[in-house]
């Protein structure tokens, strides 16, 4: 699992130039929270995850938003793309598109695992 | 024009923030009001400058892609109305503060109230229609929450309903005839169709984009025969009703109207149509208010009647007649706030309300008795006061209009109403005998009698400068109505002329109704709950059930559980509306010239069909989800060998995740007992049949050549250079379309908490039955995001037009 949550990210990151993106991330990091679940115990997830799936989905959803938001601080429009010049090691070059997937990819972990604990708590 | 426009915009950010600074500086929250008190300041000191006929303007792009951009425009009328909005605002979170002290949501009432006040100041600063439609709703939905601010109380609640209900779905009418304007002229902004107003009226959309305007206007001010939301939002603290409900936000339709008088003002229909209205409005609000013996639904009935006044002055449309609809906007926004925030001193001072019960209490509050007493001057009309200077230019616009005889003997009614509660709210709680006496009444904080007061002294200060109302306030705003310039000289003493007659006759019969309250009163009452089932109010009910019970209906009809039912309407929808616009357009395709299959497609293809065909055999769940998952890799593997990785990667995790979901809640399904009947067996493949065959229809014309290749080149060509990335299709998703995307993962959060409201809810009622339903339902759910737009519009340009470029990946 472990395994596939950092494939996962590395999905997230380089998919504005090959392949991947934070929709096939987040679903590839949600399979591995499924497995997990399906292993060990829903119960065993839930203890796993840091914050409650609703707290990863409005995280989600607010880091989208506020990747459209930065560019009106520099007087562009609303969600323009912007990029920092230089690419950082590792991580290759980061903006706000980057900031955007991200946020697709914790809505999509955060709404599978919500909706998985539900049921299976039910 | 920039500082003010920030500090508006800053206003957002002051509402969040206001709870925090409550919890931290618990005494001191009256401090939020210095913000108001700033930009009111700000307002002030550009008055000179709007004097001179100047129109301070700034523009910030915000979605051009939508015509929408931050265009904020200042001129004469939108002075006025920040003026009021801004310093009222300030006087209103004094108030609040001692109203509502320690009351344990005080901090969302700072909140509440600040975002109105930046709501509202950016209706009536927007140049651009549909900013102001934004800006509307915002002023829409924080009034809901302030009216339903005690949302304990049923009736608060369903009283805010209601004023949003109404507001709303007028405002939705409005947004309709704002993009039926720019439909005739091309654009969003006001000044645009300010310019082209020959155009619009003689257009045949105009009368609908009128009417439709005027539907928002209307319910937004509170006109007849959608009135009847005003006097139950009366729920809401005493604050918010002097603050939403009678100083600014029903003043919003007015100001509607007062803003596009420059492009209606010519129609044919303007001058018949909103006079009517108005007159209407005027005549009822003024006779319903008689029967009321509550304070604030006594107050609220003369509100309606006053807008119904303004609305019917901008109707006859003529110089005196805007100028008459500016002071009366004026004068009442300053009495009437006043009289509001007195009827909530005189609730926290006694703990009623009622003027039936009510008098004498004068002497133990005498801060309060003077507010109310000066305040119920201005409204009765009386010199020097500035609710005088109005009701003379109300009768002078009158005697000069058509039919004067009618006009005035209507307004002349409304009138002496208006000096009877006048006198009902202002004079006899405080020195007439009282109905009870253990009243107790105490003056309460200062800060519950000053602002009143002020208000009131501000109408006095107001009557007794006429010249400076009229120069500084009232002429830049007609002005700005009439888009000519216009000289406005105010005075209080005209000699003898017929106005002061009148004046004097309304004074004298309306001192009379004061005087016979006791006597009158119960037959009114009377008369009015006769008419009451007859009333328009009883309409909302009425209506409000209706949609209730069609939207059951429907429900029982299409959302009834059953996941096959859903599929197969889904499928037969899609067919039947696809072939009939293929039939309608006579759309061709041609058959492309196939490549000779490869081996592993032989493969593939034969592995999907067998599966396909097993799935219709299997006799269990397990069976048929294994096989819809061999379906589904298969498929996953198709897409990855035509080269549209992405689209492979994702149908792979999402199988895998539906298998998943599957399994874990396998064992909570029943067993395939029933299986269908041969009839349906055979309808069922008829619907897949058709599914099918639509599909392959499509996709031959998707495969067709020359179908939007330019969308594609443009995606491949714009995407390193604009969007800076290499991988088409999340270019795609996260820049060209991000805001789809956007949309569509609010949507997926939607649904979660959907899925989970549903289950932990119904969980509690009945618990077995739902489980396999909801189960269904949150399959479906998962696919949604799949099948919309962006990642179909990715498919279709970035993959399947172009294998050639795809597949050198």
Known sequence: MPLMLVFSVFLLIRGHNEVGGGFVGGLVATNALMLYAIALSPAALRKLLPVEPHVLVSAGLLSALISGLIPLLTGQPFMTGLWLKNPIPVIGKIGTPLLFDTGVYLVVIGVVTWILLTLAEE | ?809
């Open chain 2, 1 to 809: 024009m920039i500082l003010l426009a920030y500090s508006i915009l800053l206003g957002i950010l002051v509402s969040l923030l206001a709870p925090l600074l409550y919890r931290q500086f618990r005494r001191f929250s009256a401090v939020l009001a210095v913000f108001p008190l700033a930009i009111f300041i700000q307002l002030c000191l550009v008055i000179p400058a709007i004097v001179t006929g100047e129109t301070l303007q700034m523009t910030v792009p915000w979605v051009p892609g939508l015509g929408l951009s931050l265009n904020l425009r200042l001129d004469g009328l939108s002075l006025v109305m920040a003026l009021l909005i801004s310093g009222i605002g300030a006087l209103i979170v004094v108030y609040g503060g001692a109203y509502l002290h320690g009351h344990p949501f005080l901090g969302r009432f700072y909140s509440l109230v600040i975002l109105f006040m930046t709501a509202m100041l950016g209706v009536v600063l927007s140049s651009n229609a549909l900013l102001l439609f934004v800006f509307w709703e915002l002023t829409s939905i924080s009034s809901f929450f302030l009216i339903g601010f005690e949302h304990q109380k049923a009736n608060a609640r369903a009283a805010a309903w209601q004023a949003l209900l109404v507001t709303g779905s007028g405002g939705l009418a409005m947004l309709a005839g704002f993009a039926l304007l720019a439909k005739i002229t091309g654009s969003f902004e006001i000044s645009r169709w300010i310019e082209s107003s020959a155009t619009i009226i003689t257009d045949p959309l105009a009368n609908a984009a009128f009417f439709l305007v005027l539907l928002g206007a209307a319910t937004k001010s509170a006109q007849f025969p959608f009135h009847f939301w005003l006097p139950n939002a009366m729920e809401a603290p005493a604050p918010v009703s002097a603050y939403l409900h009678s100083a600014t936000m029903v003043k919003a339709g007015v100001y509607l109207l007062a803003r596009l008088f420059p492009v209606f003002g010519q129609m044919a229909l303007w001058p018949v149509v909103i006079t009517a209205l108005g007159l209407l409005t005027l005549v009822s609000g003024a006779l319903l208010a008689l029967a009321q013996t509550d304070m604030k639904r006594l107050l609220a009935y003369t509100t309606i009647s006053a807008l119904g006044s303004m609305v019917f002055f901008l109707g006859l449309g003529n110089e005196l007649a805007i100028k008459t609809a500016v002071i009366v906007l004026i004068a009442h926004a300053l009495y009437k706030g006043a009289l509001f925030l007195v009827a909530g001193g005189v609730d926290h001072g006694t703990g009623s309300r009622d003027i039936a019960v009510l008098g004498g209490i004068g002497r133990a509050m005498p801060f309060t008795a003077a507010a109310a007493g000066l305040a119920g001057l201005s409204m009765a009309g009386l010199p020097p006061l500035l609710g005088f200077i109005a009701k003379e230019l109300m009768y002078e616009t009158t005697l000069d209009a058509a039919l004067p005889g009618l006009l005035t003997g209507l307004l002349l009614v409304a009138n002496v109403c208006m000096v009877a509660v006048a006198g009902w709210v202002g004079y006899q709680p405080f020195w007439g005998k009282p109905g009870q006496k253990d009243l107790h009444p105490h003056e309460g904080s200062t800060g519950l009698w000053l602002p009143p007061l002020i208000l009131a002294i501000l109408s006095f200060l107001l009557g007794i400068l006429p010249q400076l109302t009229g120069k500084w306030l009232v002429a830049p705003a007609v002005q700005a109505v009439l888009q000519i310039p216009a000289k406005v000289k105010l005075s209080l003493w005209h000699g003898f002329t017929p106005m002061l007659g009148l004046s004097a006759l309304t004074l004298l019969l309306g001192i009379g109704l004061l005087a016979a309250r006791r006597r009158i009163q119960p037959a009114i009452t009377a008369f009015w709950h006769a008419l009451a089932k007859f009333g328009p109010a009883s309409m909302y009910p009425r209506s409000l059930h209706a949609v209730l019970s069609f939207a059951s209906l429907q429900t029982r009809l299409l959302q009834n559980g059953y996941l096959r039912i859903y599929v197969s309407s889904i499928v037969v929808v899609t067919a039947v509306l696809a072939f009939v616009t293929m039939a309608l357009r006579s759309i061709q395709f041609t058959i492309p010239t196939f490549q000779p299959p490869r081996f592993y497609d032989v493969i593939l293809v034969g592995i999907i069909l067998i599966a396909t065909f097993l799935v219709t055999r299997a006799r269990s769940r397990l069976a048929t989800i294994a096989l819809l998952g061999s379906i589904g890799f298969s498929i996953a593997l198709i897409f990855l060998l035509y080269g549209a990785p992405d689209l492979a990667m994702v149908q792979f995790a999402i199988e895998t995740l539906t298998v998943i979901l599957f399994v874990l809640v396998l064992y909570r399904l029943p067993k395939f007992k029933q299986f269908s009947s041969r009839r349906a067996r055979i309808i069922d493949l008829m619907i897949a049949l058709m599914g099918g065959v639509l599909m392959t229809i499509l996709m031959l014309m998707v495969s067709a050549p020359d179908s939007d290749a330019h969308v594609a080149r443009y995606y491949v060509e714009n995407s390193l250079p604009l969007a800076n990335g290499r991988n088409i299709v999340n270019v795609i998703l996260v820049d060209f379309r991000g805001f789809d995307t956007l949309g569509e993962i609010t949507v997926l959060a939607v649904a979660a908490i959907g899925v989970f409201s549903l289950i932990k809810l119904t969980a509690k009622g009945k618990p077995k039955r739902q489980v396999p339903v909801t189960g269904e339902k949150n399959n479906a759910s998962l696919h949604p995001a799949l099948s919309r737009s962006p990642l179909l519009n990715a498919l279709n340009a970035g993959v399947f037009s172009l294998p050639a470029h795809s597949r050198t990946q």
